[in-house]
């Protein structure tokens, strides 16, 4: 007996998505047309067509006029316009540049390991990273990686980045961002972050922890972010 009682078009939707996941269907590639995927899987083109509008709103897909339908590929401005919400004081989004302060593989903490999911102890990347928007230091973050789904991950330490994570997360390693669950805290700075940001032990800063999470709804990235906002603020879109 089938006990999956979801409508057709969101199980489409599912089988849609694992071939994304699994990379059947990769970054950029033109999928088939609704017609021929309603065929193999033997559904109407109008579900074909709702599955398709339910991987469009969760921004896997992109639809363009007269070309036909293809899998999202992150790009630096992507990456920063749906994940990147620190705004100047007049809401002026900028794209800010990245210093990798450190980056190195070790066990995790329990902590860490229970927000990807991993065993306590199990191996994962670190990085420290300064991002700059204009001529300050603003942006103070540490990102832990599962380093079994990126393995060799590396980045070269006090050298600019040209590129968003996300877009090396899916470039080198196959690992697409698909959402982000975020948790903000207003906190004192300590005397380490505030060395980094230029502050005073005790400067306020919004704490910001992101679990990032794959095409596949499983958690790939924990990030903490600590924002100096003298002159930025964080911008939430409610929609």
Avoid at 186 to 200: G, S, T, V
Avoid at 208 to 234: C, K, L
């Amino acid at each position: 007996m089938n006990l999956d009682r979801r409508p057709l078009y969101a199980r489409t939707a599912e089988i849609l998505t694992s071939r994304i996941a699994d990379g059947t269907w990769a970054p950029g590639a033109l999928i088939p047309a609704e017609p021929e995927i309603a065929l193999e899987l033997g559904v109407s083109p109008g579900t074909v067509r709702k599955a398709l509008d339910a991987l469009e709103r969760r921004r896997l897909i992109e639809r363009r006029q007269g070309r036909g339908t293809f899998v999202a590929a992150h790009t630096s401005e992507r990456a920063l316009f749906h994940f990147f919400r620190i705004v100047d004081l007049r809401d002026g989004r900028h794209a800010p540049t990245s210093l990798v302060l450190d980056c190195r593989t070790g066990p995790t903490t329990a902590h860490d390991a229970a927000a990807l999911e991993l065993e306590p102890g199990a191996e994962v990347h670190r990085v420290e990273r300064l991002r700059v928007l204009g001529a300050e230091a603003v942006i103070l973050e540490r990102i832990l990686l599962p380093a079994a789904r990126f393995p060799g991950f590396a980045l070269p330490v006090l050298t600019e980045m040209s590129d968003e994570l996300y877009v090396l997360y899916q470039r080198d390693h196959g690992v697409t961002i698909a959402r982000a669950e975020e948790r903000l805290a207003a906190i004192a700075a300590n005397e380490a972050q505030a060395a980094k940001l230029n502050l005073w032990p005790g400067a306020p800063l919004l704490e910001i922890q992101r679990v990032a999470f794959d095409i596949a709804d499983r958690p790939v990235e924990r990030r903490v972010t600590w924002v100096d906002t003298r002159s930025h603020r964080y911008l939430a879109q409610l929609d």
